[in-house]
């Protein structure tokens, strides 16, 4: 499956594969980000965009993959901070890929990331019991 054809305007696209270590960003992802758009993907660089209050929470979804019982689909939203200072909410969908015949052996997350207007009312429920902990 070659994410890279999927491209399509204001959603940022994702692939990550563990076994080869290949990272990918579509132009869209790195637009998001407001990264220039020759950036290499790296998971350091995202961290560092990734608004402090909701950096904590991320790092927890980030690491499911090297977990036992990383869950198969994973939703989330979070704010993003650009070079300029702005402040964006995005939506993630993200997709663990898992060894043949090895349940809890993720070799690849693939997913895409698109700006929202606001975060649902789950995620600033969630939000303020990450803060409160």
């Known amino acids: 499956m070659d994410v890279r054809r999927w491209t399509t305007d204001g959603i940022g696209l994702f692939d990550i594969n563990f ?5 990918y960003w579509s132009c869209e992802m790195r637009q998001i980000l407001g990264i220039p758009r020759d950036t290499p993907a790296d998971f350091h660089l995202l961290l560092q965009h990734v608004h402090p209050v909701d950096r904590r929470a991320f790092g927890v979804i980030a690491m499911e993959p090297f977990r036992p019982y990383c869950p198969e ?15 964006h909410w995005v939506h993630l969908e993200r997709v663990a890929i898992f060894r043949a015949n090895a349940a809890h052996d993720v070799v690849r997350v693939l997913g895409f990331v698109v700006e929202i207007s606001e975060p649902t009312e789950h995620q600033r429920a969630w939000q303020w019991v990450d803060i409160a902990a």
């Open 73 to 87: 689909h994973k939703t989330s939203e979070f704010r993003i901070v650009q070079a300029d200072g702005s402040v």
């Open 19 to 23: 076994d080869t270590g290949e990272r």
